[in-house]
Every structure is written in structure tokens, then in C-alpha cells.
């Protein structure tokens, strides 16, 4: 029976790289390091770290000491790929170090060829990866995390692209309009017409820019009912 396989927990692909990247930097002259002398090269929580350690281990990316159990290590491959990643993550000498990798896993190879033939939507692998790997546990950031790394090792961007975030649009406040000024304020019969502005703008924006629209629109809205009233006075004369 073929050793359990576990998905990352609550970390993404970046984070778990900077995992590898901190027990590499953790071990130096040791042979084996522990959780917190790995956390301490990261920003990541021990917790963190050591929660993500059975997904590490069970994909080949760590060894455990037998004799002190708790301590790690980097497996060679997964040392090459740390060493790669601190150095240049965009290189494809990096991609193709963790490829070599995770080509040792039946598993990792027959879903990429199944993705590369199929072309299948992001969200149906997402929704197969628990079963396919037999964590039926893995959390949805995890999930994520682990097809981004086979996108990143495979280079399956243009079949498995990331949807770009959305930003919420920026809706300006805009204070209520007040009547007009001067003798249009006191003009009986004023025309009154309800309207509503909508400003687009961008978040490169100043507020000085936006003030200045937003008065010259008032301003022009002055002016417009002000025809409006000497149009409807000329007409009832």
C-alpha cells in the first residue's frame, strides 16, 4: 500500500516555498533542525509550520530523523529546488528542479497529463484533488496551493489560468447638493430637477482633482437651472 499523501493547510504555494526555503537556511552545520528553529527564519508560526509538515514529508520534501523524531531535513531534490527558489523563483532552472521532483509521484504525473490532454476548469481539479490524493480534509487555501504548485513545477498557466481579482470599484462621497445661491435660492416657482451623478474615477486620483469636478459640477448645475427658471419665466410672460 502506497505511503498516505496530505494537501498543504491554510498556506499558500509562496508561503510553503519560504517553508523550504527557511529549513535550508535553518541547517547549516546540523543535520536535523526542529520546528522552531525553522519558524524562526520564516515568518511563519511554528503552528503553521508544523502543521504543513505532513504534507512536506509526504511528498518528499522532508526526511524525519529516526532518532529524534520532530527534527527535519531537506530531501536533496527538495534542497536543489530551496537553493534554486532563494536565488531566482521566476528561473526556469527553479520550475524545472521542482518538475524533476514531483515527477517521482505517479499521482502528480497522471494528473498533469489528464490536465495538458483534458484542459479541464480550475475549480473541477480543485473539487478532484481530495480524492485523488485521499485528503479528504484539505482546506480550500491548501487546495489552491497545491494545484498553484503544479501550475508553477508544469508550467500549465495557459491551461490553468489564475481569475484575476476583482477590486471593488471606488465610489466617491459626495456630499448633498445644496440649492443655488443668490437670487436663484429666492426665485419663487424654482424649477427643482432631481438627478444623480455617477463619477468613475481612478485610484491614481488625487482628492485635490476630485474636489475640482465635483465643484465644477455644481457649478454647472447652477448655471443650468438658471436657464431653466429664465426659460420658464419667458414663457409665462
Known amino acids: 500500500m502506497s505511503e498516505m499523501k496530505y ?5 499558500s504555494f509562496d ?18 533542525v526542529g520546528v522552531k528553529e525553522a519558524s524562526s527564519k520564516v515568518d511563519i508560526e511554528p503552528k503553521s509550520l508544523s502543521r504543513n509538515n505532513g504534507f512536506l514529508k509526504s511528498w ?11 527534527r527535519y531535513k531537506l530531501s536533496p531534490d527538495a534542497a536543489e529546488f530551496a537553493s ?22 505517479e499521482i502528480i504525473k497522471g494528473l498533469v497529463e489528464r490536465i495538458r490532454r483534458e484542459a479541464p476548469d480550475r475549480s473541477e481539479i480543485l ?30 498557466e495557459d491551461i490553468l489560468q489564475v481569475p484575476a481579482e476583482k477590486k ?21 416657482g424654482a424649477l427643482r430637477i432631481p438627478f444623480t451623478i455617477n463619477i468613475s474615477i481612478s ?11 465635483i465643484k465644477a459640477i455644481l457649478e454647472a448645475y447652477d448655471e443650468y437651472l438658471g436657464e431653466k427658471i429664465s426659460k420658464e419665466g419667458d414663457s409665462n410672460s
Open 60 to 70: 518528499g520534501f522532508l526526511e524525519e530523523s529516526r532518532e529524534a523524531p520532530g
Open 203 to 213: 485610484p491614481e486620483t488625487s482628492v485635490e482633482k476630485l474636489k475640482e469636478s
Open 84 to 105: 534554486a527558489y532563494r536565488i531566482d523563483p521566476k528561473s526556469e532552472v527553479t520550475k524545472r528542479s521542482l518538475e524533476r521532483l514531483l515527477s517521482k509521484e
Open 7 to 11: 494537501l498543504p493547510k491554510r498556506l
Open 127 to 156: 473539487v478532484e484533488l481530495p480524492r485523488i490524493t485521499g485528503d479528504l480534509k484539505a482546506d480550500k487555501v491548501g487546495l489552491n496551493a497545491f494545484l498553484d504548485m503544479l501550475i508553477y513545477a508544469f508550467r500549465l
Open 168 to 188: 471593488p470599484p471606488i465610489v466617491p462621497k459626495v456630499k448633498a447638493i445644496k440649492p443655488p445661491r443668490g437670487k436663484l435660492a429666492k426665485e419663487p
Open 15 to 32: 508561503k510553503l516555498c519560504g517553508i523550504l526555503v527557511a529549513y535550508l537556511n535553518a541547517v547549516h552545520d546540523k543535520e536535523y
